[in-house]
């Protein structure tokens, strides 16, 4: 039975964001429309969008899962995307949407050499873009492939369904379907997620103390069933000696840092009509985001006491923890919806990847680095928009089919905020809030940052094959797999690079009269708002 409720629930939401993306073409002949919306949303709307975009099935999945399997350690990531959303407030919201037009360039190239600085910024946006979409297809492939066992949907036509799917999404409706795919989402999520929450916490009789008294009591078993800790409220499960505290401390740089340099996260905030509306626009998502990840616990918590960590692993492994748990404590109905919820997930997450990784590289590449900043006939910069989503799809479809359900899709993840807190972040701040800051210094700081990030990913443990600790492999290899650097995450070092390489750029190259003309133009901007709609319209 819930076979076929979760194909009638994927169907109905896909029909129901197809109806959207037809409403949204009509209304989207514009660049601005395109591109921003027309930057006609309202804070309720651009807060719900946010908080759609920034859920991801990361969040959904992932956390549920690492809380069940894990316990405290699991616990901490949802410590570290809830604080890692308030630079995004205190940082960087307000001052891009001031000093902005569609893309996070458009803030650099505003006080540097325009061409080089939006060539970098363009690089790395298609970069973090590019390496977080293949993430969420893999996972979308085998989620779906999974949930609808039997149905004869394999893995690769998973993955080019969602592809098509994002790309339509984003080629005829451009940003104001993706936001309103966003918002039905986000409803969808939080209201599952209170429900499911509700349910766990009945299961309790509402007491917190039963509740957690009993995830105290959950035993963690190692990869051989034995059992290794007796409190799963432990630290050390995940992250374990001797470099677990570091691993912990690197993944919250990245996360922290890398949230206010998500690209698809940035262009969020060019949607609405002011600055005011960006600041409560953020107290809209901080809202939901704050609840959201609140609620995680209960579901982590509920999958590793009501449904059992082994139970799970055996039936789909850690991101099948919410499902599952819904389904023993609901039903089929219940996990049923709660499938179709991550499914959207995915769908709103994805193409927010594709719409701001084709916006950068029409706008900032195309139109701005090839073209210095000249559309030659109208409507040209939507339709080389419209282009690179169907290259950028494609291409994502093609990377995620060959590395296959299997592959290790945490470092395409790591990678991902890696690149954006060491690349995008530096230049962002020092952009706004440094005078002396130049265009070396940009150009510097997204080269250091961005290359920094990959060389470190692919010498780290992600990538040179160790394998999970305790295993008969991982024994074998440990001779011959050691890796040069041995965090997954490489942000505690990949970080500092960033900023070190635009510090070191800045001094190296010639004082930009330029750049030091503009600086208090842009920080007024910045900060007031004054001007801002000028720069927004031109």
Not at 126 to 134: A, E, G, K, N
Not at 221 to 247: A, S
Request: glycine content about 10%.
């Amino acid at each position: 039975m819930h076979l076929d409720m979760t194909l009638f629930l994927f169907l109905a939401f896909i029909a129901i964001t197809l109806g959207i993306t037809a409403w949204a073409s009509g209304r989207s002949k514009s660049s601005a429309s395109f591109f921003a919306a027309g930057r006609s949303i309202t804070a309720w709307q651009n807060g719900v969008a946010v908080a759609g975009d920034y859920m991801s099935a990361a969040s959904f999945l992932g956390i549920a899962g690492l809380i069940a399997f894990f316990g405290y350690d699991g616990f901490l990531f949802s410590v570290g995307w809830l604080v890692a959303y308030l630079t995004v407030l205190l940082i960087v919201a307000e001052p891009l949407r001031n000093a902005g037009k569609y893309t996070m360039a458009d803030v650099l190239a505003y006080r540097m050499n325009p061409r080089p600085v939006r060539a970098m910024a363009s690089l790395s946006t298609l970069t973090v873009s590019t390496f977080y979409m293949i993430a969420q297809m893999i996972g979308a492939g085998s989620l779906v492939a999974l949930l609808l066992k039997g149905s004869g949907i394999s893995f690769t036509v998973a993955v080019s369904g969602v592809g098509v799917l994002m790309i339509i999404y984003v080629v005829f409706g451009g940003m104001l379907a993706t936001t309103w795919v966003q918002i039905i989402k986000a409803v969808l999520l939080i209201l599952g997620t209170i429900l499911l929450s509700v349910l766990v916490l009945a299961h309790f009789h509402f007491s917190f103390y039963e509740f957690f008294q009993a995830a105290s009591a959950v035993h963690y078993h190692g990869p051989d069933g034995k059992e290794v800790v007796k409190d799963f409220m432990t630290p050390g499960l995940r992250f374990k000696l001797p470099y677990g505290p570091l691993e912990l401390i690197s993944l919250g740089v990245a996360l922290i840092f890398g949230t206010a340099g998500l690209p698809h996260i940035l262009v969020r905030f060019y949607t609405v009509p002011d600055a005011k509306t960006a600041r409560y626009s953020v107290v809209w998502a901080m809202v939901i985001i704050g609840s959201f990840y609140i609620m995680t616990t209960f579901l982590g918590f509920g999958a590793a006491t009501i449904v059992g960590r082994d139970f799970i692993a055996k039936n789909g492994g850690t991101n099948m923890s919410a499902p599952l748990l819904a389904k023993v404590i609901a039903g089929d109905v219940f996990f049923a919806f709660i499938c179709a919820i991550a499914f959207a997930t995915i769908l709103a997450v994805v193409a927010g990847l594709t719409i701001s990784a084709s916006t950068s590289f029409a706008h900032d590449f195309w139109t701005n680095v090839i073209h210095n900043g000249v559309e030659r006939k109208a409507g040209e910069e939507r339709n080389v928009a419209r282009i690179a989503a169907f290259v950028v799809g494609a291409i994502s479809i093609a990377i995620a089919i060959a590395l296959g359900p299997t592959a290790n899709v945490a470092f395409l993840v790591a990678l991902a905020f890696a690149v954006a807190a060491s690349a995008n972040l530096p230049v962002i701040l020092f952009s706004i809030y440094w005078k002396r800051f130049n265009t070396t210094g940009a150009v510097t700081g997204l080269l250091f940052g961005l290359v920094g990030s990959i060389v470190l990913i692919l010498i780290g443990p992600s990538i040179m094959g160790i394998d999970p600790p305790g295993t008969a492999a991982a024994a074998r290899h440990a001779i011959q797999h050691v890796p040069i650097f041995p965090l997954e995450n490489p942000g505690i070092l990949s970080v500092p690079i960033g900023f070190f390489g635009a510090i070191l750029g800045t001094y190296l190259g010639k004082v930009d009269p330029r750049a030091v003309q503009r600086f208090e133009e842009l920080e007024v901007r910045a900060n007031t708002g004054l001007g801002s709609e000028k720069a927004s319209s031109h």
